[in-house]
């Protein structure tokens, strides 16, 4: 049947804007953080990765934010392209976690409207 | 770059079904892991493995077993499908720990 969860938030931008995507965490070990995008039926692709000794990094038209005073991390995405249109979700991981596990969240959909 | 290709994209099968989902990568990769996707339920993890035969479970174990014989290659197995085993399957694999996994493309498995 049918399974029944959260919505997931959604973000609709025309092509040509920017983009922030947030998301937000709750472990205070978290050291490690990363983005995915991931487009319909197809598997996560990492975008990129920031770790708790940077607050900021940048790679080609994205940026990542990380607020760990408020346990907060964000993906701006500048000037999107209809290719950006996909599910984007943040993962963590924490100091000690074994092995390397990391923690998602649900997820963001991004609509860009040429 | 690191490759992991699931062995199919698409699969249907009956209920009551032995099924195989095969996951290899390319990069020797030390840790494995095996999640599934369903709508509102984000990525849940099945098992993982950080060695040759060694495996943990993860967070949704029931009704399914893995296998890892060789490195690169990590195996999910569903004992007898049922169809609240139809999801999208995700293999993935990292280098060490506090390191990004690099995912496969994913299975449809639709068990009927």
């Known amino acids: 049947g049918e399974s029944v969860g959260l919505h997931l938030p959604t973000l609709s931008v025309q092509e040509g804007d920017n983009s922030i995507i947030n998301c937000a965490y709750s472990n205070s070990a978290s050291d490690y953080f990363i983005w995915y995008k991931q487009e319909s039926g197809k598997g996560p692709q990492f975008i990129i990765d920031?770790?708790?000794?940077?607050d900021k990094r940048q790679g080609q038209r994205v940026t990542v934010l990380l607020n760990k005073t408020v346990k907060h991390l964000s993906l701006q995405i500048a000037a999107t392209q209809p290719g950006d249109s996909a599910v984007y979700f943040c993962a963590e991981n924490a100091r000690g976690t074994s092995y390397g596990k990391l923690t998602f969240g649900q997820g963001t959909i991004l609509t860009v409207h040429p | 770059d690191v490759k992991v290709t699931q062995s199919s994209r698409y699969l249907v099968k009956r209920t009551g079904e032995k099924v195989f989902l095969e996951c290899v990568q390319d990069?020797?990769?030390?840790?494995m892991f095996w999640y599934r996707q369903d709508p509102g339920l984000g990525l849940r993890l099945i098992y993982f493995?950080?060695?040759?035969?060694?495996?943990e479970k993860g967070d949704i174990p029931e009704g399914y077993s893995v296998s890892r014989e060789k490195k690169e290659r990590f195996s999910l197995i569903l004992e007898s499908a049922s169809t609240n085993q139809t999801s999208m399957y995700l293999c993935a694999s990292s280098l060490v720990p506090n390191y990004g996994y690099t995912f496969g493309s994913g299975t449809r498995l639709t068990v009927v």
């Open positions: 920031i770790r708790s000794n940077m």
């Open positions: 990069m020797d990769h030390e840790n």
């Open positions: 493995s950080y060695d040759v035969k060694m495996k």
